[in-house]
């Protein structure tokens, strides 16, 4: 098994992670929203719209159904089995706790979580997704061919 000091900078390294998962959600939307405006064509990569989608989705998901996240799971275990209390952290794990939890009911947590999912299934309609047209693959094809003659 590791190492118990080497635990809690896991578990803190699980933070970063949840809190980029979080961040890639919500600055995701806000992206794809400025990208509609401004007429960015890379917020309508289908790739990124889906999986954006999809990672919203599973956290309304668990919230509706009353499951924890994997990974305020995985957090809290590993800083259990390093035989600390709880938030016995370095100063960044810390941070990033902070930035990440709030105490609030958590009724509005799926309010909100629903509420971010409903509002990005929405952006597909009103922002849809290019679709990859027989015409643009062959130009794609072509525009290959002569950059990169035999």
């Known amino acids: 098994m590791l190492k118990s000091h080497l635990l ?3 578990s803190d390294l699980v933070v970063a992670v949840h809190l980029g998962y979080a961040a ?4 995701g939307l806000v992206l794809i929203l400025m990208g509609a405006v401004f007429r960015w064509h890379w917020i309508r990569q289908r790739a990124f719209r889906w999986v ?3 990672c919203i989705g599973l956290v309304a998901v668990e919230a509706i159904v009353g499951q924890s996240c994997p990974l305020t799971l995985l957090e809290n275990w590993l800083l259990t089995v390093s035989g600390q209390a709880g938030y016995g952290r370095s100063f960044i794990g810390h941070l990033l706790y902070e930035l990440l939890y709030y105490d609030l009911a958590p009724w509005i947590f799926t ?3 629903v509420g971010l999912a409903l509002l990005t299934a929405l952006t597909l309609v009103l922002v849809p997704p290019t679709r990859r047209t027989r015409a643009v693959a062959s130009m794609t094809s072509v525009m290959n061919e002569i950059n990169n003659p035999i």
């Open 8 to 10: 809690p900078l896991l």
């Open 24 to 27: 890639f959600v919500l600055v």
């Open 52 to 54: 954006h989608l999809g």
């Open 111 to 113: 309010v909100a979580y």
